[in-house]
């Protein structure tokens, strides 16, 4: 589903969300340069409450932490169950912004840990066409999380989290991956 935004979504658009998922997003894409600069990943994810408040803000700490499942939404949801000392978030009524479209591994862990909308910035697509990043094969996903009660909306504001892209491919940051040749 499409509006003229190019909004995606597995629900009829509601305006009051997107606008605040615009807000929300532009500023993970204005501090990631600050998380990039200390050695993160180029991606930025937050949990807020149905009230709008800021529970947990995680970046991308594949590499300085050595972890490869340590994705920003991955780090998010931890920390978001870590202080709410639960491993079920559903009864919390979470949405995660990320300013990317979750991967192949990120969409599992959205999916176990309760979250009930997500919002993303960047198309999985235009991040492996910049970055060289493989985000992994997800078939039919909006759909998926849509009979999971799980709503949608992505390739919000992606102009913004382009060019943030672009700029860590400029200063030649590490696309990390397992060697496969
Ligand atoms: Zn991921």
């Known amino acids: 589903m499409r509006n003229t935004d190019n909004i995606i979504a597995n ?3 509601d305006a009051r969300k997107l606008r605040r998922a615009k807000k929300i997003i532009t500023e993970l894409y204005d501090e990631l ?6 050695g993160h990943g180029p991606f930025l994810a937050a949990i ?31 920390d978001a169950e870590e202080l ?3 491993y079920d978030l559903s009864g919390h009524n979470l949405s995660l912004y990320v300013t990317a479209e979750p991967c192949i591994m990120c969409l599992g862990g959205i999916m176990w840990s309760g979250i009930r ?3 993303f910035g960047v198309t999985s697509g235009v991040v492996e066409s910049i970055t060289g990043f493989d985000e992994g094969f997800k078939p039919n996903w909006l759909n998926e999380f849509k009979r999971r009660n799980i709503t949608v909306y992505g390739n919000i504001e992606p102009e913004h989290g382009e060019s943030v892209l672009r700029d860590y491919m400029t200063q030649n940051r590490i696309v990390y991956k397992p060697q496969r040749d």
């Open 117 to 119: 909308d997500v919002y």
């Open 84 to 86: 709410l000392h639960t």
């Open 33 to 38: 340069p600050n998380y990039i600069a200390r």
């Open 11 to 13: 629900e009829k658009i």
């Open 48 to 78: 807020y409450d149905a009230d709008g408040k800021q529970i947990v803000r995680a970046a991308n700490s594949v590499v300085s932490m050595n972890c490869s499942h340590n994705h920003a939404e991955m780090n998010a949801i931890r």
